[in-house]
């Protein structure tokens, strides 16, 4: 997600970390191991002059499947979930108000949206340095 939020005009920045657990500074491999509580997630800083927060939401929205928890793809694991850190109530509210629309116009199948919305966002731990713009340096290259 990182990557296209990245590439979104109005965004200043996109970075890699984990939220929501109970370990200060949590490692990657801490995060995988599931035993932190921490998610998988990513802190978008914008101008709200320039991208609209609902934007962004929507975008959260088509990027990953918020209709399985505890897993994206074929990643399995609550650090996996699908869940939005609100710093206002307004973001909470916006949040909610895009996952009505997204159930009543039964967007994904009719399935369920399983996406937390958490009201007060605990501190973001910045990922690794090697978690940082990992679409661009791990993506493959060929030739047709």
């Not at 320039?50 to 959260?60: D, P, R």
């Not at 996952?99 to 605990?122: C, F, H, S, W």
Request: proline share 5%; charged share 25%.
């Amino acid at each position: 997600m990182e990557d296209r939020f990245a590439a979104l005009d109005g965004v200043v920045d996109a970075v890699s970390g984990y939220m929501g657990g109970h370990q200060d500074n949590p490692t990657y491999e801490q995060v995988c191991s599931g035993d932190t509580g921490h998610a998988e997630t990513v802190e978008v800083k914008y101008d709200p002059a320039e991208v609209s927060y609902a934007k962004l939401v929507a975008l959260f929205f088509a990027l990953h499947d918020p209709t399985t928890p505890n897993q994206q793809g074929p990643n399995r694991g609550t650090q996996y979930r699908s869940v939005v850190f609100s710093h206002s109530e307004s973001e909470s509210e916006e949040v909610r108000a895009q996952i009505r629309n997204l159930e009543e116009k039964k967007a994904y199948g009719g399935r369920p949206i399983v996406t937390q919305v958490i009201d007060t966002a605990p501190r973001f731990w910045i990922a690794e340095d090697y978690h940082q713009d990992y679409y661009k340096k791990h993506r493959g290259f060929c030739s047709f």
